[in-house]
Each structure stands twice: as C-alpha cells, then as structure tokens.
C-alpha cells in the first residue's frame, strides 16, 4: 500500500532556511500536500502541489517535487520562531476512493 | 461560524466506560474522518464515511464504533475504553476523499 516517509525532528536556527522532506511511493498521485499543526492545535493546510508541477513558491514557502525519486520537500525561507510546529506530507492516493495518506510529521524547533 | 468543532476538548474517563466523542461541520462535506494521534505513531486513521450512513474502517479501528445519520456529524464511539486509547483524537472533513482536509480542534481523551 501507498506510504509516506519523513523524518521526525528539525532544528534550525532562526533566520536560517529550513527544508523538511517527505517520500512518498504513489508514483500516480494527484495531489501532495504540506500541513502545519501547531501546538495545541488541529493540522492546517500550508500549501499544496499538484502532481504535474516541479516547484511552488508561495511568499516564504517553497514546494519541490521530484516524480522520477518520489520526493517531496517544503523549503521555509527566514525561519521564525512561529514556525516551530509540525508538518505532516500527505498524498492523494491513485487507488480510487481512498482517504489521503499521511506521513508521521516533522517537529520543525527553532532556535532564538 | 462555519467551520468544524469537536466536544469535548479535554475528557478524562476509567477504563471500562462508554466515552461518545462528538464532531460537527458546517461545510455540508461529503467525507468524513477520525483520527488518533500518539507520539511516534502520527496520525492514524479510525474511520471514514462518504455520506451519511457509510462508513469504512481505516488503519486502527478496533474499539471504536461510529454512526453518521446526519451529514454535518460524526460521533466516535469507545465502547468499553481501555489505557491504550489515551490519546488526542482530530475529526476531519474533505468534499472528496483524497481532497483536502479540514480539521478540528481535537480531543485530549485520557483512561485511567
């Protein structure tokens, strides 16, 4: 079955950029997203990639993907303390109706 | 408001006991989601239900019961709970079921 991988811990420091990365291994997804949980807090969606784009940016944010090595990643620019949270990758899966798979999320610190 | 709300937030129940943990959306979505979510494990998916009276079983469904009479609500269930169902419970809703999703607030459920 489709999986998602990510590294659990990031620390950066801030003002640095911080790159989170994400594999996935349905090669025909549709959709990958990026979610924010902050702490406390249910996930949000931080942004979104649809499957035939290499790249978005979205002001500090920018969305890579790589389809030939399944890889996804999430670049924040200047990161700030309000950025510590986790984020979670998340694929549509091609098998039809099936709910989004979720990686187990990245805990993003970041040092003052 | 619109949006999607979970009751309680913070519940505390013996093991053994009948817990029934509501959620609500406004969105009229047709898909609907429980999680759970525990350190090390991520998110892992309960149930889902594409319409009223659906519902599917997702990765860890044993133990928990679900219903869905109405399109704006879907209450999970722990029928008898036990320790290992300490966690932070996260109901969701998409229009389509490998869509985005939108998420609540979450419930801190603890057994004792």
């Known amino acids: 079955g489709e999986d998602v991988e990510q590294s659990l811990f990031l620390s950066v420091r801030e003002g640095d950029s911080s790159v989170i990365n994400c594999t996935y291994t349905d090669s025909s997804s549709t959709y990958l997203y990026w979610y924010k949980q902050e702490p406390g807090a249910g996930l949000q969606l931080l942004t979104y990639?649809?499957?035939?784009?290499d790249m978005k940016q979205d002001q500090r944010l920018t969305v890579l993907l790589n389809k030939k090595d399944k890889h996804l990643s999430l670049r924040i620019a200047d990161t700030q303390t309000g950025d510590s949270a986790i984020y979670f990758c998340a694929e549509t899966p091609h098998s039809g109706n099936t709910p989004l798979v979720f990686g187990k999320g990245t805990r993003l610190s970041v040092i003052a | 408001d619109a949006g999607i709300t979970q009751s309680p937030r913070y519940k505390i129940t013996e093991t053994g006991r009948q817990v029934t943990l509501m959620c609500h959306q406004t969105w009229s979505h047709s898909y609907m989601f429980w999680y759970r979510q525990d350190l090390g494990h991520g998110l892992r998916l309960i149930y889902y239900s594409a319409a009223a009276d659906i519902t599917d079983k997702g990765e860890v469904p044993d133990g928990y019961v679900v219903s869905r009479s109405k399109t704006e609500n879907f209450p999970l269930t722990l029928e008898s709970a036990t320790r290992s169902q300490t966690s932070v419970y996260f109901c969701?809703?998409?229009?389509?079921?490998?869509?985005?999703?939108?998420f609540g607030p979450g419930t801190r459920l603890t057994v004792t």
């Open positions: 969701a809703s998409a229009e389509a079921t490998g869509g985005e999703q939108y």
């Open positions: 990639i649809f499957s035939n784009m």
